[in-house]
């Protein structure tokens, strides 16, 4: 069965580093999303994305985020300037908008952790 | 008001029994009701969505919405082992960010 995976699971960092998490989204869907579980917390809505360009971001996507789909395949959120608060479990999710709006489907996400 | 609320839990029941899950919701707006369930470090799992108010069914689970009250139920039937994890309610207009609830973690014992 086709599902959404990412990389690294895993990935320490310090604070003030860049870090790219990446995500390759079930081959013939058409959105993308990234979303942030802090622990203990509840999961949280960052960024959407079709057709080349965000269609919707939250609050929390401020100017030290940033997606892109670098190519056919690859869907990347990078966290320019990272800070303490940014540790969080990254999910990234996918749709097929034919199969109706709600299905997003999750991947199981990259553990980030900035000391 | 919060826009979701999840009894976070934990719940625990034996093996067998019927599990409710609920939550209520604030944003009349909301279209699709959705229930998730997530196994530790990984990623939610969608189980069930339902578009209006009534029931829907698939095999041991029944999801239930009612608009007029703002609150969505998750039943488990004959619950196993394996349902062990935490469930989240999620609610989203179409093709927008789902807002998701807290989630409410459950333990079945065998």
């Known amino acids: 069965e086709p599902e959404v995976t990412q990389t690294p699971s895993h990935q320490v960092t310090q604070m003030g580093q860049e870090v790219i998490l990446r995500c390759v989204p079930i081959s013939n869907h058409l959105y993308f999303y990234w979303y942030r579980q802090i622990l203990g917390q509840k999961v949280e809505f960052l960024v959407s994305f079709y057709n080349n360009e965000i269609s919707e971001k939250s609050e929390i996507f401020d100017d030290q985020f940033s997606v892109e789909r670098p190519d056919g395949s690859n869907f990347t959120l990078k966290i320019r300037s990272t800070k303490l608060e940014d540790s969080a479990m990254y999910f990234c999710?996918?749709?097929?908008?034919?199969?109706?709006?709600?299905?997003?489907?999750f991947g199981p996400g990259t553990r980030l952790t900035v000391t | 008001q919060k826009e979701v609320e999840q009894d976070p839990g934990p719940l625990s029941v034996p093996e067998g029994a019927i599990v409710s899950l609920n939550c209520t919701y604030s944003n009349s707006a909301f279209q699709y009701f959705m229930w998730y369930r997530q196994y530790s470090r990984k990623g939610p799992e969608l189980l069930m969505y339902t578009y209006s108010s009534g029931n829907k069914e698939d095999g041991r689970f029944t999801a239930q919405v009612d608009k007029s009250s703002k609150y969505i139920s998750l039943f488990i039937r004959d619950s196993q082992p394996s349902d062990s994890a935490t469930y989240l309610c999620?609610?989203?207009?179409?093709?927008?960010?789902?807002?998701f609830g807290k989630g409410t973690t459950l333990s079945v014992s065998s």
């Open positions: 999710a996918s749709s097929d908008r034919d199969r109706g709006p709600v299905e997003q489907y």
């Open positions: 999620a609610f989203n207009q179409a093709g927008t960010a789902l807002i």
